[in-house]
């Protein structure tokens, strides 16, 4: 595609640091099995099918047994305190020190993201002054996520997160699926400027996004046509939902 980044300029972050509280389990939630392997595993092999070699996997809460579970599929990069999605991207600046491309931002509890999707997001990022892009999905019951602000003519506004939303807001049904392509270089630059001013006191990764609008680029959003794709899992009960959905496809 003309104007797109090679992939071979392209690196991931992945999210794994987190403990899940609500999966009741001292396993960290990205281990908990889907499809007979752990969770963050599929994520980490639909990346590398995608051709995203260079891959970096935060790791916090009993992180010792995400690096054994991922062997060479990544390089683990430690949070040791969990402050948030953005300060959990912060803890990989400097292992991106000479990198200087785009990143997929990809959660390690989300393992149904196909290939081909992470491709056509990196690619948003060669698209003219855009140089972030969120992937997104229509929920008929968004509670819990991240919703997607949108102006009048169509253009991207703010993520705002659930704990943070207004009544109004809550209404909106196109969400955050925490995955999201980013300009390297811009997104460390906006992650300095965020702080912890809202509902939950944690460093945001979608506030980032409005440093990069103020820089005057773009920030677009890439919605996917079957959500279930972007479903992730917070809870046993959600994990066996993927389960049953995914022998469903796969018998047809």
């Not at 992945?14 to 899940?20: I, N, Q, S, T, W």
């Not at 990196?122 to 008929?140: N, P, Y």
């Not at 079957?226 to 496809?249: A, C, H, I, W």
């Amino acid at each position: 595609m003309k104007g797109s980044p090679s992939i071979n300029t392209i690196a991931s972050i992945v999210l794994a640091g987190g403990k899940g509280v609500r999966m009741n389990s001292d396993l960290p939630k990205v281990l908990h099995i889907f499809q007979g392997k752990p969770l963050i595993v599929h994520v980490l092999d639909n990346l590398r099918k995608a051709g995203v070699s260079d891959i970096y996997v935060i790791v916090g809460y009993r992180g010792e047994m995400v690096i054994e579970a991922i062997g060479g599929r990544a390089k683990p990069v430690w949070q040791y305190e969990q402050l948030g999605t953005g300060h959990a991207v912060m803890q990989a600046e400097e292992a991106l020190a000479g990198f200087t491309g785009s990143l997929i931002v990809a959660c390690g509890d989300v393992p149904l993201i196909r290939p081909e999707t992470f491709r056509s997001l990196a690619a948003e990022t060669g698209k003219g002054s855009v140089k972030a892009a969120v992937l997104t999905m229509m929920l008929d019951n968004p509670t819990g996520y991240g919703r997607i602000l949108i102006n009048a003519s169509g253009n991207f506004v703010r993520i705002v997160e659930e704990k943070d939303a207004t009544p109004e807001e809550k209404k909106i049904r196109e969400v955050n699926t925490g995955t999201y392509v980013f300009d390297k270089r811009l997104l460390f630059e906006g992650l300095r400027h965020i702080n912890t001013d809202n509902a939950q006191g944690e460093y945001y990764l979608p506030d980032a996004l409005q440093h990069i609008m103020t820089a005057g680029f773009g920030v677009k959003t890439v919605p996917l046509s079957d959500p279930t794709e972007g479903s992730g899992v917070n809870t046993r009960e959600e994990l066996q939902r993927l389960e049953e959905y995914s022998r469903t496809m796969a018998t047809g």
